[in-house]
């Protein structure tokens, strides 16, 4: 049975930083690309970065470069997103992706598991 669990999301205000993490079981997890995704009210689910299961490249949505970074311990099964000068337009809920042996889509029809997601919410 595959899981993806998210955790670390919560209320911060603008400015602030979260580290969210997706523990992953049930798969071999080094042959997975990892993505985040997130998905607003009243907005379709959208790609925010993923790292790829082989190399490790990374590719990030342009309105968090900068802000926000990837990083996986394939030891952990282990996915995270360090989350850094959060702004209110970043509030949503925030799921984690794996994709066999993916090229780092931003697709959500590319990636076959998903966690149920934890809630980011930056106040102003």
């Known amino acids: 049975q595959v899981q993806l669990v998210e955790s670390g999301g919560g209320l911060v205000q603008e400015g602030g930083s979260l580290r969210l993490s997706c523990t992953v079981s049930g798969l071999t997890f080094k042959s997975y690309t990892m993505g985040w995704f997130r998905q607003a009210p009243g907005k379709e689910r959208e790609f925010v970065v993923a790292?790829?299961?082989?190399?490790?490249?990374?590719y990030y949505q342009d309105s968090v470069k900068g802000r926000f970074t990837i990083s996986r311990d394939n030891a952990k099964n282990t996915v995270y997103l360090q989350m850094n000068s959060l702004k209110p337009e970043d509030t949503a809920l925030y799921y984690c992706?794996?994709?066999?042996?993916?090229?780092?889509?931003?697709?959500?029809?590319?990636?076959?598991?998903w966690g149920q997601g934890t809630q980011v919410t930056v106040s102003s």
């Open positions: 790292i790829t299961w082989s190399v490790g490249n990374t």
């Open positions: 992706a794996a994709d066999l042996r993916g090229r780092g889509s931003r697709s959500v029809n590319s990636y076959e598991y």
